[in-house]
């Protein structure tokens, strides 16, 4: 469970920080809702790595970065 929510944090952290240097602005902030997007992010790459047959563990973790981002980018349009 604690290392879930570290890898949710790390993902999180890493998805904000690449949406911010590519598209400027602010970015989610607090430790919940960065462990959240982490861990949502995580589901969402997870998904995609099922639908794309990817056993690799760091292209697995990748695409946990990338689906941070996609979440990050939807909740941005959002609010």
């Given at each position: ?49 099922s639908a794309l047959k ?7 973790f990748v695409l946990d ?15």
């Amino acid at each position: 469970m604690l290392v879930t929510i570290l890898m949710g944090l790390i993902v999180g952290l890493l998805g904000g920080f690449f949406m911010k240097v590519s598209f400027g602005g602010s970015t989610l902030v607090g430790f919940a809702v960065c462990v959240l997007v982490g861990l949502v992010g995580s589901f969402i790459g997870g998904f995609l790595g099922s639908a794309l047959k990817i056993k690799n563990t760091v292209l697995q973790f990748v695409l946990d970065i990338v689906g941070a981002c996609i979440l990050i980018a939807i909740l941005k349009a959002v609010m």
